[in-house]
């Protein structure tokens, strides 16, 4: 596939991208008017965001392994699975 322009990536996916960071912004605005403790979760988003706003790339694969568990060799017998 040929490179793509900046341009043409931002025609296709502006909407969505905007549509997804106003979702994640009201996300935020509920958890930040929500009762009790900082759940632990909050630290792998926040991670995450860093991820977003570093220059490095490969972002997709560095958040996919952040929210990733690490492989389980016997995870057929953790989940009662057979064969």
Do not use: C, T
Not at 9 to 21: F, N, P, S
Not at 53 to 65: C, G, I, M
Not at 75 to 81: A, S
């Amino acid at each position: 596939m040929p490179n793509r322009k900046v341009s043409e990536v931002i025609d296709r996916e502006y909407l969505e991208l905007r549509a997804k960071i106003l979702e994640i912004a009201a996300s935020f605005d509920r958890m930040e008017r929500a009762e009790g403790k900082q759940d632990e979760r909050m630290l792998k988003i926040e991670a995450g965001l860093q991820i977003l706003s570093d220059p490095d790339s490969n972002k997709a694969k560095r958040v996919q392994e952040l929210f990733s568990i690490d492989y389980d060799s016997q995870w057929r017998e953790h989940f009662g699975i057979n064969g």
